[in-house]
């Protein structure tokens, strides 16, 4: 609610309460009144028909519209509404979020991962305003050719193991970090069959892997069979 509206001395509220009836100038009791659970939404629509004088919706080209409201009294509060949209490309950030699915979808990122990741960055799905969903991952990976024979699905491994999420919440860091780390061959591991990267739950390798994260070492290598190269940290 603006801070600088002031309504009207005569326009009143009236609202009822636990066997009481009364009435009260809206002036300065407007926050309490809109978040008492006692308030009904019918009221919260009468009181909103007594503060707003008119809405304009600029719907714009892609999935943000603006709102401007016209409070009664002459304040103007401008607003940004996140819009459901048919396809991607409809989104404001579509394109740079399609090259970035994109490019975890080739470091063999699975999609509900690359979805959690996208999230992460602001970025939304077209019917959702608040997420990437990892349908639309996976109908984007699909449809650029990029398979992965089968998803990984992270309750099947033994608990000796640790998918990326998962070391990644135990050293809270961000998982796409992780992920970098192997596409740029700083970090080497073996990939499974089923497209996954599985990690040893060992305090060896998850402080190995702190190592890298803290500029420690330069390189770590964790793949079963490993080449004796300067400059790695084998573990």
């Known amino acids: 609610m603006p801070s600088k509206f002031r309504p009207s001395p005569s326009c009143k509220w009236r609202w009822a309460k636990p066997s009481t009836a009364r009435s009260s100038p809206l002036s300065g009791r407007l926050p309490q009144i809109w978040a008492d659970v006692a308030t009904p939404d019918a009221h919260r629509k009468a009181l909103l028909r007594c503060l707003v004088e008119k809405v304009v919706l600029d719907r714009g080209e892609h999935d943000v519209a603006v709102a401007r409201i016209v409070w009664r009294g002459g304040a103007v509060t401008e607003l940004e509404v996140k819009m459901k ?60 050719g990029i398979r992965i024979m089968t998803q990984r699905n992270r309750w099947t491994h033994k608990a000796t193991s640790l998918s990326a999420t998962q070391l990644a919440a135990r050293l809270n860091i961000p998982v796409n970090w992780i992920y970098v780390q192997i596409r740029q061959k700083r970090l080497l591991i073996d990939r499974q069959p089923t497209g996954a990267y599985l990690f040893q739950n060992s305090p060896s390798v998850i402080n190995a892997v702190r190592d890298l994260r803290n500029h420690t070492i330069r390189h770590l290598d964790l793949r079963i069979i490993q080449p004796q190269q300067e400059g790695y940290q084998h573990v």
């Open 85 to 144: 949209v048919n396809s991607v490309a409809k989104l404001t950030r579509g394109e740079e979020m399609r090259a970035r699915l994109l490019d975890l979808a080739i470091a063999g990122m699975p999609d509900d991962e690359i979805a959690a990741v996208l999230t992460q960055e602001g970025h939304r799905s077209p019917n959702c305003a608040e997420k990437v969903l990892p349908i639309t991952v996976q109908r984007i990976r699909l449809g650029a």
